[in-house]
C-alpha cells in the first residue's frame, strides 16, 4: 500500500508515511498495521461503535523509544465526517471524544501512530449501562499464559454450570479476557457477579489466583480483575493489535484451544490472524445477540 489517500465508507482519508517501521524485529509498517487494519474493521467495529474513544498513539510503534501518549479530546483538524460526542469532565468540564463508527475512522486513527484499538465497557446512548461484562487474567511475577489459561478453564467450567455463554481471548501478551455478553446492565450489577466468581475461583486456586489489587502484593500469581468493568475505563478491544514484540492480535479464542498447551498467543499476529479468520471465521460472530440476565450469586 503506498498510497497517499485510501477511500473508505464513502469517505477520502489522506495517509502519510507509510513506509515508516513500526515492528523493526518484523519488518512491520505503517502500511503494514493499516492493511491488517482494514480487513480487520468489520470484526472490530461491532465492539467498538458508539463508544468514547480513547486514543493511545504510539509514534514510533516499537522502534525508536517506543513511549506512547493519551489524548481523549478530539484532535484539532479531525475530519468533519469523524464521528463524536462531548461528555461532561470533573477535571476538564468537558471532553469532546471521538468515536470510531466506520472503517475511515479506523484508517484515520492508524495514520494517526493510533496502533492499538481500546474500548470502552459501556457505549451510547447509556453509558452507565454496559452490553458486556468482562474478566481480565493478569500475570503477575513469572506467572503466565499457563497459568491464565488454567483459570480461564476453570471460569469457563463455573459459567457454564450458571448457563452463562463466555467467549475467551488473548489479551494481546500473557493474559486472557473472558468475555460474557449480557443485557444491559449497570456497572455495579455486573461488578457485584464477577466479583462474586472471582472469589470462587481465588479461592479454589490460592497459589495461582489473586484479588489483590496491590501489584507489590501479587507475587506470582494471576489477578483476577472485575472491577475494571466500569464506565471511562478501557480494555483492548477483540481484534485489536498490541504494540509489542511481534505486533501480536488480542485474538478471539475456541475454548478447545486452552485445553492443550500448543497455543502461544505471542504466535497470533497481524501478519497471520487473516488465515486464521479464514479457518474459524470470527469466533464472535452474533456477540451481541445473547442478551444474558446476570444471576444473583
Same mark, same amino acid.
Given at each position: 500500500?503506498?498510497?497517499?489517500?485510501?477511500?473508505l465508507s464513502?469517505?477520502? +482519508?489522506?495517509?502519510?508515511n507509510?513506509? !515508516?517501521i513500526?515492528?523493526p524485529?518484523?519488518?512491520?509498517s #505503517?502500511?503494514d498495521v493499516?492493511?491488517?487494519?482494514?480487513f480487520?474493521?468489520?470484526y472490530?467495529?461491532p465492539?467498538?461503535k458508539d463508544k468514547p474513544?480513547?486514543?493511545?498513539?504510539f509514534?514510533?510503534?516499537?522502534?525508536?523509544?517506543g513511549?506512547?501518549?493519551?489524548?481523549k479530546?478530539?484532535?484539532?483538524?479531525?475530519?468533519?465526517?469523524l464521528?463524536?460526542?462531548?461528555l461532561q469532565s470533573?477535571?476538564?468540564?468537558h471532553?469532546?471524544?471521538?468515536l470510531?463508527?466506520?472503517?475511515a @475512522?479506523i484508517?484515520?486513527m492508524v495514520n494517526?501512530? +493510533?496502533l492499538e484499538?481500546h474500548t470502552w465497557?459501556s457505549?451510547l446512548?447509556d453509558l452507565g #449501562?454496559?452490553?458486556?461484562a468482562?474478566?481480565?487474567l493478569?500475570?503477575?511475577g513469572?506467572s503466565g499464559?499457563?497459568?491464565?489459561?488454567i483459570l480461564?478453564?476453570a471460569?469457563h467450567?463455573l459459567?457454564?454450570e450458571? !448457563?452463562?455463554? *463466555?467467549?475467551? #481471548?488473548?489479551?494481546?501478551?500473557?493474559?486472557?479476557?473472558i468475555?460474557?455478553?449480557?443485557?444491559l446492565?449497570?456497572f455495579?450489577k455486573?461488578?457485584e457477579?464477577?466479583l462474586s466468581?472471582?472469589?470462587?475461583?481465588?479461592d479454589?486456586?490460592?497459589e495461582?489466583?489473586?484479588?489483590?489489587?496491590?501489584?507489590?502484593?501479587?507475587g506470582?500469581?494471576?489477578?483476577?480483575?472485575? +472491577?475494571?468493568n466500569?464506565?471511562? #475505563?478501557t480494555?483492548?478491544?477483540?481484534y485489536s493489535?498490541?504494540?509489542r !514484540?511481534g505486533?501480536?492480535v488480542?485474538?478471539?479464542?475456541l475454548?478447545e484451544?486452552?485445553?492443550?498447551? *500448543?497455543?502461544?498467543?505471542a504466535?497470533i499476529?497481524i501478519?497471520n490472524? !487473516? *488465515?486464521?479468520? @479464514?479457518?474459524?471465521?470470527?469466533l464472535?460472530?452474533?456477540?451481541?445477540?445473547?442478551?444474558q440476565?446476570?444471576?444473583k450469586?
Amino acid at each position: 500500500m503506498d498510497a497517499q489517500a485510501i477511500e473508505l465508507s464513502g469517505v477520502t +482519508v489522506p495517509l502519510k508515511n507509510l513506509d !515508516k517501521i513500526y515492528f523493526p524485529e518484523a519488518e512491520l509498517s #505503517k502500511a503494514d498495521v493499516l492493511d491488517y487494519y482494514i480487513f480487520a474493521a468489520p470484526y472490530i467495529l461491532p465492539h467498538i461503535k458508539d463508544k468514547p474513544f480513547t486514543m493511545i498513539h504510539f509514534p514510533h510503534g516499537m522502534g525508536g523509544d517506543g513511549k506512547s501518549f493519551y489524548q481523549k479530546q478530539r484532535p484539532g483538524g479531525a475530519p468533519e465526517w469523524l464521528d463524536g460526542v462531548t461528555l461532561q469532565s470533573e477535571r476538564r468540564g468537558h471532553i469532546d471524544w471521538c468515536l470510531v463508527n466506520d472503517a475511515a @475512522s479506523i484508517a484515520y486513527m492508524v495514520n494517526r501512530g +493510533v496502533l492499538e484499538m481500546h474500548t470502552w465497557f459501556s457505549r451510547l446512548p447509556d453509558l452507565g #449501562k454496559a452490553d458486556v461484562a468482562v474478566v481480565d487474567l493478569d500475570p503477575s511475577g513469572v506467572s503466565g499464559f499457563r497459568e491464565a489459561r488454567i483459570l480461564a478453564r476453570a471460569f469457563h467450567s463455573l459459567l457454564d454450570e450458571l !448457563k452463562i455463554k *463466555s467467549f475467551p #481471548k488473548t489479551s494481546g501478551g500473557r493474559g486472557i479476557h473472558i468475555y460474557i455478553p449480557i443485557a444491559l446492565t449497570p456497572f455495579d450489577k455486573i461488578q457485584e457477579f464477577l466479583l462474586s466468581l472471582c472469589r470462587v475461583i481465588a479461592d479454589a486456586y490460592p497459589e495461582i489466583a489473586t484479588m489483590e489489587r496491590f501489584i507489590e502484593k501479587r507475587g506470582n500469581r494471576v489477578y483476577l480483575d472485575a +472491577v475494571q468493568n466500569n464506565s471511562g #475505563k478501557t480494555i483492548a478491544a477483540p481484534y485489536s493489535m498490541r504494540v509489542r !514484540k511481534g505486533a501480536p492480535v488480542s485474538a478471539p479464542l475456541l475454548w478447545e484451544e486452552l485445553n492443550g498447551t *500448543s497455543l502461544s498467543p505471542a504466535d497470533i499476529n497481524i501478519t497471520n490472524i !487473516k *488465515s486464521r479468520i @479464514s479457518r474459524y471465521g470470527d469466533l464472535m460472530e452474533g456477540f451481541y445477540s445473547y442478551k444474558q440476565i446476570l444471576p444473583k450469586l
